[in-house]
């Protein structure tokens, strides 16, 4: 990251149950899904935050203007089944 010239940060605890971020990520059409997975490794990796719980993940979505409503479909059993 150093070389790259990105911010590195450890997120604590590390490593993460990030079931509920890639449940996301199968919910979400492509142009979302790069926005959402930008979203979450900078807050897991350059800010060095949680991306565990649903209002981790209520955070990330906000950040990159993907509705909440994500969060509902992530449950689903289409995204369980992905």
């Known amino acids: 990251s150093a070389k ?18 890639a449940r996301i990520a199968t919910v ?9 997975t930008r979203a979450a490794y900078e807050a897991e990796f350059a800010l060095g935050e949680s991306i565990e719980a649903a209002d981790d993940i209520a955070r990330v979505l906000e950040r990159c ?3 909440q409503s994500a969060l509902d479909a992530a449950g ?3 995204a369980k089944d992905m």
């Open 4 to 21: 790259e010239g990105l911010a590195f940060r450890r997120p604590e605890p590390f490593p993460q149950n990030t079931l509920l971020a």
């Open 28 to 36: 979400l059409n492509d142009e979302e899904r790069r926005r959402f």
């Open 65 to 67: 203007g993907i509705p």
């Open 76 to 78: 689903d059993a289409p």
